[in-house]
């Protein structure tokens, strides 16, 4: 029998976590100004964020439901149909629909504001990455409703929704263990340019989440005295779910992602040749800009040496190798702004990124900052930009070409203090 909307309304809680998790679901679109636009892989991360909270209410919620069936007064709609577990069903499918539905929606929003077009992690592994978030949230629906069938309405509610916040540390990426694990859903608040998806991981977390979840709802139950309790097959089902999900971080794939460290193929332009990825396309103008005005001033002014033959930008995973290459990566704030500042380009442009020595993870030694900060200085100032010197932390001077064609002779051979 389909139960109408407005009958589910009146006598669920499940469909009416769908408006609260609408508002969760704006307010994390709306954060941090958008910064995941144009990284498919980061824009369906990003949305699992809200996850984090939208889980565990959404278990309360169908735990007080599921509670609700169970109670004299209301058992009888269980008892009186040929599957009793069908009205459990039902009540969980009205709490999980209606938030998969919300969910779903700000995620397909984010890929068409964000304009993603081309990601490289490929727009099949994206959907099954959304699609597990899905899974995710019937778990937590599963979870809840199991719990509540055992308990009444506010123990229930209270019981299911601490599981499913204590769930995240366990079972996430809250835990910080490196090891598969269940609810690593995403929650991305940096870039995730540089990796690809895991699909080995991806297919394993689907199937261990429809697994749990089916068991989770489809437990065998007897009623004794009007409650409903658990038949020995049905204790034997949710020992077997409980122990998949134990067993799984020590068998199942280890990482979430794999590096994929490719270079950018969206270049434009000749002396220097610039190359962004697709992804960042909305930066080329403020970037391009701001490299072709450099390049005037230090051409102009006899500086040709500061200028690369290449730039690239960086990756998370992907750094330039080659000494007439600069590399570039994207600020955290042009995320949010869409533009890098001049001083921003310029830092970027005089570091030896393609030096091995910059990523051992010992910082370097002040005469190397000494170099590379008189580099900067002397590039801004070409550009009209006005400096203190001695606002620098280590002493900084206006070099000469000559002295700018050491520097980057020694950088050539990664001699960076020279």
């Given at each position: 029998?389909?139960?109408?909307?407005?009958?589910?309304?009146?006598?669920?809680?499940?469909?009416?976590i769908?408006?609260?998790?609408?508002?969760?679901?704006?307010?994390?679109?709306?954060?941090?100004?958008?910064?995941w636009?144009?990284?498919?892989?980061?824009?369906?991360?990003?949305?699992?964020?809200?996850?984090?909270?939208?889980?565990?209410?959404?278990?309360?919620?169908?735990?007080?439901?599921?509670?609700?069936?169970?109670?004299?007064?209301?058992?009888?709609?269980?008892?009186?149909?040929?599957?009793?577990?069908l009205?459990?069903?039902?009540?969980?499918?009205?709490?999980?629909?209606?938030?998969?539905?919300?969910?779903?929606?700000?995620?397909?929003?984010?890929?068409?504001?964000?304009?993603?077009?081309?990601?490289?992690?490929?727009?099949?592994?994206?959907?099954?990455?959304?699609l597990?978030?899905?899974?995710?949230?019937?778990?937590?629906?599963?979870?809840?409703?199991?719990?509540?069938?055992?308990?009444?309405?506010?123990?229930?509610?209270?019981?299911?929704?601490?599981?499913?916040?204590?769930?995240?540390?366990?079972?996430g990426?809250?835990?910080?263990?490196?090891?598969?694990?269940l609810?690593?859903?995403?929650?991305?608040?940096?870039?995730?340019?540089?990796?690809?998806?895991?699909?080995?991981?991806?297919?394993?977390?689907?199937?261990v989440?429809?697994?749990?979840?089916?068991?989770?709802?489809?437990?065998?139950?007897?009623?004794?005295?009007?409650?409903?309790?658990?038949?020995?097959?049905?204790?034997?089902?949710?020992?077997?779910?409980?122990?998949?999900?134990?067993v799984?971080?020590?068998?199942?794939?280890?990482?979430?992602?794999?590096?994929?460290?490719?270079?950018?193929?969206?270049?434009?332009?000749?002396?220097?040749?610039?190359?962004?990825?697709?992804?960042h396309?909305?930066?080329?103008?403020?970037?391009?800009?701001?490299?072709?005005?450099?390049?005037?001033?230090?051409?102009?002014?006899?500086?040709?040496?500061l200028?690369?033959?290449?730039?690239?930008?960086?990756?998370?995973?992907?750094?330039?190798?080659?000494?007439?290459?600069?590399?570039?990566?994207?600020?955290?704030?042009?995320y949010?702004?869409?533009?890098?500042?001049?001083?921003?380009?310029?830092?970027?442009?005089?570091?030896?990124?393609?030096?091995?020595?910059?990523?051992?993870?010992?910082?370097?030694?002040?005469?190397?900052?000494?170099?590379?900060?008189?580099?900067?200085?002397?590039?801004?100032?070409?550009?009209?930009?006005?400096?203190?010197?001695?606002?620098?932390?280590?002493p900084?001077?206006?070099?000469?070409?000559?002295?700018?064609?050491?520097?980057?002779?020694?950088?050539?051979?990664c001699?960076?203090?020279?």
């Open positions: 029998m389909r139960v109408p909307i407005a009958f589910a309304l009146r006598t669920l809680v499940g469909p009416w769908a408006v609260p998790a609408a508002v969760l679901e704006v307010a994390n679109f709306f954060q941090r100004g958008l910064p636009r144009g990284e498919g892989l980061w824009t369906v991360d990003w949305f699992a964020i809200a996850l984090f909270i939208i889980g565990p209410v959404c278990a309360g919620a169908a735990a007080v439901d599921a509670s609700r069936l169970s109670r004299p007064g209301n058992i009888h709609l269980v008892l009186a149909t040929p599957r009793p577990t009205p459990y069903l039902r009540a969980a499918a009205w709490c999980a629909g209606p938030v998969v539905a919300v969910h779903l929606l700000a995620i397909v929003t984010g890929m068409i504001v964000g304009g993603v077009r081309q990601p490289s992690t490929g727009w099949g592994w994206l959907a099954a990455a959304a597990i978030q899905c899974a995710a949230i019937i778990w937590y629906v599963a979870l809840g409703s199991a719990i509540g069938r055992f308990a009444p309405p506010a123990v229930a509610g209270i019981a299911a929704a601490g599981t499913g916040f204590a769930t995240i540390y366990l079972l990426e809250g835990g910080g263990h490196d090891r598969f694990e609810l690593a859903l995403g929650g991305a608040t940096v870039s995730r340019l540089g990796y690809v998806y895991n699909g080995g991981y991806l297919v394993a977390q689907l199937g989440l429809v697994v749990t979840a089916a068991s989770f709802l489809l437990i065998p139950l007897r009623h004794r005295s009007g409650f409903a309790v658990p038949t020995a097959a049905g204790s034997l089902l949710t020992a077997a779910a409980l122990g998949v999900i134990a799984a971080p020590f068998l199942l794939p280890a990482s979430r992602l794999e590096a994929s460290p490719a270079p950018p193929l969206r270049c434009s332009g000749t002396s220097p040749e610039v190359c962004l990825y697709s992804e396309e909305r930066f080329a103008t403020s970037v391009n800009g701001k490299i072709k005005i450099l390049v005037r001033a230090a051409v102009k002014g006899g500086y040709p040496e200028v690369p033959k290449r730039v690239e930008e960086i990756s998370r995973t992907y750094r330039v190798t080659a000494p007439e290459t600069a590399g570039i990566e994207v600020a955290d704030d042009t949010v702004s869409g533009r890098m500042s001049l001083e921003e380009v310029v830092t970027e442009l005089v570091r030896p990124l393609h030096c091995s020595e910059l990523y051992t993870g010992e910082p370097p030694t002040d005469a190397y900052w000494e170099r590379e900060m008189s580099l900067y200085a002397t590039w801004l100032r070409l550009a009209g930009v006005k400096l203190d010197l001695n606002d620098f932390p280590v900084v001077r206006i070099l000469t070409p000559e002295q700018v064609a050491e520097i980057k002779s020694d950088y050539a051979r001699d960076l203090a020279g």
